[in-house]
């Protein structure tokens, strides 16, 4: 072989492994800058800067206390990409402006979508037995949905099959899962009653009276009912007792939802108030003026710090409920109102809904609107949990829509499994009755749970801190300087006297506290029957038994 040729086929051969290398490290560096920006994502702001400290100690503490923020936003980072592979999407306008993501209809979503997702979304038209209201269950695989006119029935919204109807022949105003799929509670016309997934009646819930509306606490087994009566109960599933029934004394509502953060009741009143309620108090926790007129709906945020109201003033309302002050007020009439487990917000006014979403800061604006047939009257809307889909109740039926980005993408079979077996349902059953939380662990700020409760009493002092603390007021005392005064009021002795007082007057709390220590407080004499009462106080005295 020429020399030449051996030289330019080394050089090729060589080319090659340098070629593949820049590749490499250009992938590398990429995946670098992506994990660099998640990081960002998951850190506490920028570091503190430690250059200026002199206390060596401090120094190191700070140091290492930064060196542990960074590994728990890259172990984020990794628990990220590999326990959450599937990532949540909206829907995105152009970057020209013009594009606007309330203007996508439920026809072309259909079409854009995948198979399976195409085929969420329905329409049920039974015009004779609406108006229709709905629950899912906490993995929302199964709904339950009642008529008015007594059309109660099952289904799985997995596989789209119904799973059982029935009629009860009785208004019925509301429905409402219990723990699991096996047990729903019907609130019909003079009582509420728990079926099984068979439609066979497992109880009668007759101390609840007329109710209009129930909620299920998860956590705690309680089923909550607010009658026409404004009577508030909480009535324990798992044993059958009735833990509370508190008559709220605003009147009637139907206005009733459990925020899932603390299992707080929030109710909605005709004088525009929302007051909040837990099985162990009385009176309300929470008393807010949030509207001029009667509250038509709440909702709930997932996380427990937000609020949305609805009023007949034709306003909805964003509040903050750690500061239980107004974020943003909306000039719009709802009917019904639901959070998704993302944060977008949908309300429903007649025939339309509308969907916001959170653009940053509390700051909702317009996501998505969906118009009914026209004459359709919109009861209730509810986001169905871990899927982008909302259902609706309306006066002639049900239906469903697709609201990109509003379920969770990523659920943990711990937790809620929307393809468990009838297994593992036994097993979370059985786990959750277990772990059932007292309704004394019902409150406003759930983190005071396992917390020391500070003593009101205060601590009293010891004898040795009192006569420290009179020395020093005494001394204070002494010290005072009085105003000279002419004409013989400044001499020696009244000095010596005015001081003798402020002296004595200074030691009195001390020695009352050394009375107190001993068990000995000065008590008020009592008038003995012996002494005679002037004419004017004779009747006040204490007659003789």
Known sequence: MPQYLAIAHVT?????????????EGGEQEALDEMEKKVHKYSRGKAAYLGTLRDKKLKGQLAAREKLYGHSA???????????????????????GLEKTYRYQQTSLREDVDLLCSRKPFDMILPLLGPYTLGYTGNGRYMVVGGRKGHVA??????????????????????????????????????????????????????????????????????SSINSFGQLHYQDISTGEMVANYRTGLGRTDVMRVNPYNAVIGLGHAGGKVTMWKPTSVKPLVTMLCHSGPVTAIAFDRGGHLM??????????????????????????????????????????????????????????????????????????????????????HSMG????????????????????????????????????????????????????????PSRKKEKKTKKEIEEEMEDAVEAAKSIE?????????KASKRAKKREEEVLKAKRPFLEQHKENDGRPDKKQRVSEEIELPKALQRFAKSRQ
């Open 12 to 24: 090729m051969a060589s080319a090659k492994p340098a070629a593949e290398q820049k590749a490499m």
């Open 74 to 96: 890259k172990a984020a980072v990794q628990t990220e990409k590999w326990l959450l592979p599937t990532e949540g999407g909206y829907l995105e306008p152009d970057d020209d």
């Open 154 to 223: 099952m289904m799985d919204m997995l596989n789209l099959e119904l799973v059982k109807e029935f009629q009860v022949r009785e208004t019925v105003r509301d429905v409402a899962f219990l723990h699991n799929e096996q047990l729903y509670a019907v609130a019909q016309k003079k009582y509420p009653y728990i079926y099984n997934r068979h439609g066979t009646e497992i109880h009668c819930l007759k101390e609840h009276g007329k109710s209009l509306k129930l909620q299920f606490l998860e956590k705690h087994f309680l089923l």
């Open 308 to 393: 949305a109201t609805a009023g007949v003033d034709r306003k909805v309302k964003i509040w903050d409920l750690r500061k239980y002050e107004v974020i943003n007020s909306y000039a719009a009439r709802a009917q019904s109102l639901d959070f998704s487990q993302k944060g977008l917000l949908a309300c429903s006014n007649g025939s339309q809904v509308e969907i916001f979403r959170d653009t940053g800061g509390q700051d909702y604006k317009i996501y998505m609107k969906h118009r009914m047939v026209k004459g359709y009257q919109i009861g209730k809307v509810l986001f169905r949990p871990y899927e982008d889909v909302l259902g609706i109740g």
């Open 398 to 453: 049900l239906s469903a829509i697709l609201v990109p980005g509003s379920g969770e993408p990523n659920f943990d079979t711990f937790v809620d499994n929307p393809i468990e077996t009838s297994k593992q349902r036994r097993e979370k059953e059985v786990q959750s009755l277990l772990n059932k939380l007292q309704p004394e662990t019902i409150m406003l700020n759930p983190n005071m749970i396992a917390t020391v409760r």
């Open 482 to 490: 009085f105003k000279k005064k002419t004409k013989g009021r400044s």
